[in-house]
């Protein structure tokens, strides 16, 4: 799939942030977030090696090409360092496509996750109206329930997945 073939921009802005695909370099930056355990406590349940990130930027990277739209890398406008990534993902266990988020932990407390979110919630509104987004959390994981609350999802029900309670928070649909 071409550039002129993606169903959503491949890139878009934030006030603070440039959201844009990922690309292969990207791994060693978000090897930051996926090396350490804190942060991937409820996402992929462990911290990888760096071919284990690798492997995760490459499956963002493919998912592009499946799908016509994938998660965006968070680069911070001042200086231009990745701080994770956030945008829309359905791989095919998941049960409806997500906004998903995830920030490198230095990162936290600052509200660039939630910058990202919203900016992910308008351009999916005007490009993507046909997804009923979703995002799928962990009942543990208390800052990412908080993040969803504060973009105004809403929690739907909660589901067994991956051995595992999930609550499922519904997005608004009219964020253009």
């Known amino acids: 799939m071409s550039g002129a073939e993606f169903s959503i921009p491949t890139a878009i802005e934030s006030p603070r942030l440039v959201l844009r695909r990922v690309c292969a370099n990207d791994w060693r930056e978000l090897h930051e977030y996926y090396a350490d355990a804190e942060s991937t406590?409820?996402?992929v349940r462990a911290a990888l090696d760096e071919e284990g990130s690798r492997r995760i930027t490459d499956a963002m990277m493919q998912h592009w090409q499946r799908r016509g739209?994938?998660?965006y890398a968070l680069v911070e406008k001042q200086g231009g360092a990745v701080l994770g990534v956030c945008g829309l993902w359905y791989p095919k266990e998941w049960p409806e496509p997500?906004?998903?988020w995830a920030l490198c932990r230095r990162h936290w407390g600052r509200g660039y996750a939630a910058e990202a979110?919203?900016?992910v919630q308008a351009m999916a509104a005007q490009h993507r109206p046909d997804l009923h987004l979703i995002s799928l959390i962990h009942v543990d994981n208390l800052n990412s329930i908080n993040l969803a609350q504060a973009v105004g999802a809403t929690r739907e029900k909660e589901i067994p997945f991956r051995d595992a309670l999930y609550a499922v928070f519904r997005h608004p649909r009219a964020v253009a």
């Open 41 to 43: 406590r409820y996402t």
């Open 69 to 71: 739209y994938g998660p």
């Open 98 to 100: 997500e906004i998903k």
């Open 117 to 119: 979110a919203r900016a």
